[in-house]
């Protein structure tokens, strides 16, 4: 039988996050000899390995590694399938609008003028819009495209720019009215900032893990590395960071993204005309 409970899922998201079983438990409350059970006769019914165990911690299998992608997938939409019929008895509620913190105040200044309905402003680190709006927590995002995570949602455009180098202002490259992502991929001593992938798991590189703007910033300052962003991105920036344009680093196209379903239509159609018109479109 396949069937999963989410009680089992959550077990499992945890070990499969954590890799190691004690701070598993110790995180979701429990002791660590019933979670170990618990995953062991997850893979008994399964009929596959999930973890290669030993004294140091686990690693995932590759069949692991696929159950934790749609286990994240899976507890996201029961979440949200229980924030949602909540918030349907709500009908006046203001719509929560998600976006990394340090986006373009000009922008989300126009897209809050121009919405007809009350919008709640919802600010995260970069790249968890999609994650509020899988699991109910946020009804419409401000998201980048080719970068953020797109899949299954419905989209409208809202503006086309060119991207950045943020650089430390002490940098021979501050000075450089442009430079080319080759010049900027190879700097020595000034590494570009890794961001972790979808599945949590960091690309090869010499440049510093991040997971928050703040983490980031610190780290231009201090010289000790580079990012590339679109070019409205830079709101963050600090005195200490020059922002030099990338001459051919690929287009960014922000968006409004949703849920199939979701409640926005009017701040939809006031984004429409707003900024199809703002960029000459209509």
């Given at each position: 039988?396949?069937?999963?409970?989410?009680?089992?899922?959550?077990?499992?998201?945890?070990v499969?996050?954590?890799?190691?079983?004690?701070?598993?438990?110790?995180?979701?409350?429990?002791?660590?000899?019933?979670?170990?059970?618990?995953?062991?006769?997850?893979?008994?019914?399964?009929?596959?390995?999930?973890?290669?165990?030993?004294?140091?911690?686990?690693?995932?299998?590759?069949?692991?590694?696929?159950?934790?992608?749609?286990?994240?997938?899976?507890?996201?939409?029961?979440?949200?399938?229980?924030?949602?019929?909540?918030?349907a008895?709500d009908p006046?509620r203001p719509?929560?609008?998600?976006?990394?913190?340090?986006?373009?105040?000009?922008?989300?200044?126009?897209?809050?003028?121009?919405?007809?309905?009350?919008?709640?402003?919802?600010?995260?680190?970069?790249?968890?819009?999609?994650?509020?709006?899988?699991?109910?927590q946020?009804?419409?995002?401000?998201?980048?495209?080719?970068?953020?995570?797109?899949?299954?949602?419905?989209?409208?455009?809202?503006?086309?720019?060119g991207?950045?180098?943020?650089v430390?202002?002490?940098?021979p490259?501050?000075?450089?009215?442009?430079?080319?992502?080759?010049?900027?991929?190879?700097?020595?001593?000034l590494?570009?900032?890794?961001?972790?992938?979808?599945?949590?798991?960091?690309?090869?590189?010499?440049?510093?893990?991040?997971?928050?703007?703040?983490?980031?910033?610190?780290?231009?300052?201090?010289?000790?590395?580079?990012?590339?962003?679109?070019?409205?991105?830079?709101?963050?920036?600090?005195?200490?960071?020059?922002?030099?344009?990338?001459?051919?680093?690929?287009?960014?196209?922000?968006?409004?993204?949703?849920?199939?379903?979701?409640?926005?239509?009017?701040?939809?159609?006031?984004?429409?005309?707003?900024?199809?018109?703002?960029?000459?479109?209509?």
């Amino acid at each position: 039988m396949d069937d999963l409970e989410t009680r089992e899922l959550r077990y499992f998201v945890a070990v499969a996050e954590e890799l190691h079983f004690g701070r598993a438990a110790e995180r979701l409350g429990i002791a660590q000899p019933p979670l170990s059970r618990a995953i062991l006769q997850l893979e008994r019914r399964l009929g596959v390995k999930l973890l290669d165990r030993d004294r140091r911690g686990a690693a995932l299998t590759g069949a692991g590694e696929v159950l934790l992608r749609e286990a994240r997938t899976a507890l996201d939409a029961v979440a949200a399938a229980a924030r949602r019929t909540r918030q349907a008895a709500d009908p006046g509620r203001p719509l929560v609008l998600v976006t990394k913190a340090g986006a373009s105040h000009e922008l989300l200044r126009d897209l809050l003028d121009a919405a007809e309905t009350p919008v709640e402003v919802l600010l995260c680190e970069v790249g968890e819009q999609a994650h509020r709006l899988r699991d109910g927590q946020a009804d419409v995002a401000v998201m980048h495209r080719p970068y953020d995570d797109l899949a299954g949602f419905e989209t409208q455009d809202l503006h086309v720019e060119g991207q950045v180098a943020i650089v430390p202002a002490t940098h021979p490259l501050a000075a450089r009215e442009s430079v080319t992502l080759a010049e900027v991929s190879d700097v020595p001593g000034l590494p570009i900032a890794r961001w972790p992938r979808l599945d949590g798991t960091y690309p090869d590189g010499p440049g510093p893990e991040v997971r928050t703007q703040s983490q980031l910033a610190q780290l231009v300052a201090l010289g000790l590395t580079l990012l590339v962003i679109p070019a409205s991105s830079r709101a963050w920036q600090w005195p200490e960071h020059v922002a030099v344009p990338v001459v051919d680093a690929p287009d960014v196209t922000t968006v409004l993204a949703w849920p199939p379903g979701s409640p926005v239509g009017p701040l939809v159609r006031a984004a429409r005309r707003r900024f199809l018109v703002a960029d000459g479109s209509a």
